[in-house]
């Protein structure tokens, strides 16, 4: 089901006696009209279901979306743009209705649906910025972008996530995306370019390592991203992107610490820091290569005074002005 554009989610406080400076998002974001940026909903948590995860993230896309809109827009944002109504557009979301019971064949049915919006939105030269729902996001993410492109180009998919989502499953979950996008390339003789950034020793069985090693995924592990100088994590992200055409990049927000990060279906015990994640986000995005983002598994009914949606409205934020100041 498509839910088309609300308004209403985009409230927030006015500054009546400050300069033509004082803006918000929630003033400036319209429906979607080819703006450069186009946000779209993916309120779903049937894979999480079937993953035996917490339900609750279908919630979540509108929820962000009210938080982001109360955010101020930035003063680099207004000096480089002189029309803010002309940048963010918002395109809805797309809804699995499931009542939260398993059903068989309403997720694949949502992710083709959620799909196709992606595809519509990359041949309209706009970026989509997705807001999940539950992991099983990403395929429908990919197979958006994969059918975007009139020449098959090699697509990287950066990860970053506390788990590797290559599950085997006798159904599509939260846990199979990446697993089921292997499968999909291998099929069409295709190279499978995938890059984790954030992925935990105690969240991922040895099954899941050797499956990664066998399928020649490029790891940055939760310990490296803590340990190791960024200056040399860059190194390693851009030596994968150096490989590929363009980009899809996917944050699992169970990659950020607990206290951080309390909203998800799997909290992290260690996880990583905001500002790694901001850093990381904005340098994979300054690439220039990255041509649809999503944001998965946050967890309304897990969040500890609204914390949980400060922090995603505040990366998303970051990746708005990121793409839009990129060049």
């Not at 899809?248 to 909290?267: E, H, I, R």
Request: a negative charge.
């Amino acid at each position: 089901m498509k839910i088309p554009f609300n308004s209403n989610l985009y409230q927030g406080r006015a500054e009546p006696y400050e300069n033509d400076l004082a803006h918000y998002y929630y003033q400036h974001i319209k429906h979607y009209a080819n703006q450069p940026i186009c946000l779209i909903g993916f309120a779903c948590d049937q894979g999480v279901n079937r993953n035996q995860g917490r339900i609750g993230a279908k919630n979540a896309p509108d929820m962000i979306k009210n938080a982001f809109g109360k955010l101020p827009i930035s003063w680099q944002l207004q000096k480089s743009f002189q029309d803010l109504d002309k940048l963010i557009g918002d395109k809805g979301n797309v809804t699995c209705d499931d009542n939260n019971a398993i059903i068989e064949g309403i997720l694949e049915t949502t992710q083709d649906n959620y799909a196709k919006e992606i595809t519509a939105i990359i041949q309209n030269n706009s970026l989509p910025i997705a807001i999940g729902g539950g992991h099983e996001i990403a395929f429908g993410s990919f197979m958006g972008l994969y059918n975007a492109l009139s020449d098959k180009k090699n697509i990287g998919i950066i990860n970053l996530d506390a788990h590797f989502d290559l599950r085997n499953d006798k159904y599509a979950t939260s846990g199979t995306p990446f697993c089921q996008i292997a499968e999909f390339l291998k099929e069409k003789n295709e190279t499978f370019h995938y890059l984790t950034i954030g992925i935990s020793d105690f969240g991922n069985t040895a099954s899941l390592f050797k499956k990664a090693e066998n399928l020649g995924v490029t790891i940055i592990s939760e310990s490296d991203c803590c340990h190791l100088s960024f200056d040399k994590i860059q190194n390693q992200i851009d030596d994968f992107m150096n490989k590929v055409d363009c980009i899809y990049l996917t944050l699992d927000l169970d990659c950020l610490q607990a206290g951080f990060m309390p909203a998800v279906s799997a909290v992290n015990a260690k996880g990583l820091t905001l500002d790694f994640v901001e850093n990381t986000l904005a340098h994979i995005i300054k690439s220039g290569k990255v041509k649809v983002i999503d944001i998965a598994e946050f967890n309304p009914n897990y969040d500890i005074d609204g914390r949980g949606a400060k922090v995603t409205a505040r990366l998303l934020a970051g990746m708005v002005q990121n793409v839009l100041l990129k060049e």
